[in-house]
């Protein structure tokens, strides 16, 4: 993995950087549904140099094998320059041209990578204000920096973003309880845990209880609020990205009902909506946003 410093070594022209933020992400095509065939030719570029730089920074929180922390720095430094200098890493040489013709603020691209520090630091969350201020770094800001791509700089517009984002990445942490917990993080706030009555020692043992189940069937009842105060946005939206925006929310909706089903088990399998059942979605999300025209 390329750090920022490491870069250094060569210079990027724009058009090398929007190249390397393509193959990377059409190589992650599944994880990042914006990225599509749905999308204005004139907006992929755009679109890819925002994934990548978000891939990016999620690989040296997680994936980096030298000092974390001391990489992050690097790439703040980098973001910075974005606003103001020369970037050298190739991904920031592109989004420094995607940041300059749609005025997307620093702030976003800071907090991206403020979560990933946070990653550093804590792997326990005892109560879900200081899991939604995680959320407020992780997800949020992706969501923001996407309505900018495509001209909506409103605060209600990003209001309802974050209703959305924030319902995604609790949906993505109760997908994936088992993994995270193998990675040495615990997304479930402490506070619901010692509610329902399920130890972390329970965990660990991958005991599925009762009171598992019922606190798993509270935390994605928490994520459907999140999810229906966010479908307004769909309707406020235009163009192709109002199907992706759907897309987000109903294929996230769903996977919250593939967790139900397994009568909210994700400690022996986690949920997942089959490539069929996606396409499934996508085909009949398309229509009625045709037939009832703005609505979902």
């Known amino acids: ?35 599509s065939w749905l999308l204005p030719k004139e907006k992929r570029r755009h679109v ?23 990489a992050l720095d690097d790439l703040e430094r980098g973001v910075r320059l974005c606003y103001g200098g020369a970037p050298v890493h190739p ?4 989004l420094q041209q995607t ?11 800071l907090k991206l990578v403020e979560a990933n520090r946070i990653d550093q630091r804590t792997k326990r969350y005892p109560d879900y204000e200081a899991l939604e201020y995680y959320c407020q770094h992780s997800a949020n800001p992706v969501g ?11 605060a209600h517009r990003q209001m309802l973003s974050d209703y959305t984002c924030t319902a995604l990445q609790l949906t993505n942490f109760w997908q994936d309880v088992r993994r995270d ?35 798993m069937a509270f935390e994605v009842g928490r994520a459907r609020v999140l999810f229906h105060r966010g479908l307004e946005l769909v309707s406020t939206l235009d163009g192709r990205i109002r199907l992706d925006a ?41 229509l009625k946003l045709r037939i009832r025209g703005r609505a979902l």
């Open 1 to 35: 993995m390329e750090t920022v410093l490491q870069a250094q070594a060569r210079r990027y022209t724009a058009e090398e950087g929007y190249a390397l933020c393509a193959q990377l992400a059409e190589g992650h095509y599944e994880n990042f549904t914006v990225a």
């Open 48 to 70: 890819y140099a925002v994934y990548a730089f978000c891939r990016y920074v999620d690989d040296l929180g997680d994936r980096y094998e030298g000092d974390r922390l001391a």
């Open 91 to 94: 991904y920031l040489v592109a």
């Open 99 to 109: 940041i300059r013709e749609h005025d997307i603020p620093i702030e976003p691209f």
């Open 144 to 154: 923001r920096i996407v309505l900018h791509l495509f001209g909506y700089r409103d």
């Open 181 to 215: 917990y193998e990675m040495g993080r615990i997304y479930i706030p402490l506070e619901d845990m010692e509610r329902f009555g399920y130890s972390e020692a329970m965990l660990a043992g991958r005991k599925f209880t009762p009171a598992f189940r019922d606190m």
């Open 246 to 286: 759907a897309l987000f929310s109903l294929g996230g909706m769903r996977v919250l009902d593939a967790i139900e089903r397994q009568r909210f088990d994700v400690l022996s399998k986690r949920p997942v909506l089959s490539k069929r059942a996606k396409i499934g979605l996508m085909i009949r999300t398309a």
